[in-house]
C-alpha cells in the first residue's frame, strides 16, 4: 500500500514562508505524477501544483509564482515551498500521487495564514 506522509505545515503570518514536505514509501518516479492540492473550509480540494514524471509542472493560477514544486528521488520526497503566503492560501494540504488508473492521497496537513 502506497503511503504518503506530510508534514511542514502550521501557522504563519500573511506574507510569510513553509515549505511543505512529503515522503512517499516507494520510489516517486513510479507514479506518473505527484503534487499537492488543498481544500478549505466548506470548498471542494483544488489542485495546487503538480509535477509529472518528465518534471513538468502545473500550478494553480493563484499560486504562480509565488509557490514552487520540487522533488527528491534519492529520499523519496516531493515539496512545496510556499512564500508570500495570504490568508485565501489557508487549509489542508495533501499530497497527491497517481499511478496509471490509482490514486493516492496522503493525510493532509494543515496551513493556517494569520496574523
Known amino acids: 500500500q502506497v503511503q504518503l506522509v506530510e508534514s511542514g505545515g502550521g501557522l504563519v503570518q500573511p506574507g510569510g514562508s513553509l515549505r511543505l514536505s512529503c515522503a512517499a514509501s516507494e520510489n516517486i518516479f513510479d507514479f506518473n505524477r505527484m503534487g499537492w492540492y488543498r481544500q478549505a473550509p466548506g470548498k471542494e480540494r483544488e489542485l495546487v501544483a503538480t509535477?509529472?514524471?518528465?518534471?513538468?509542472?502545473i500550478y494553480q493560477d493563484s499560486v504562480k509564482g509565488r509557490f514552487a514544486i520540487s522533488r527528491d528521488g534519492a529520499r523519496k520526497m516531493v515539496f512545496l515551498q510556499m512564500n508570500s503566503l495570504k490568508p485565501e492560501d489557508m487549509g489542508v494540504y495533501y499530497c497527491y500521487a497517481n499511478r496509471l488508473s490509482k490514486h493516492f492521497w496522503g493525510q493532509g496537513i494543515q496551513v493556517t495564514v494569520s496574523s
Open positions: 509535477i509529472n514524471v518528465g518534471g513538468n509542472t
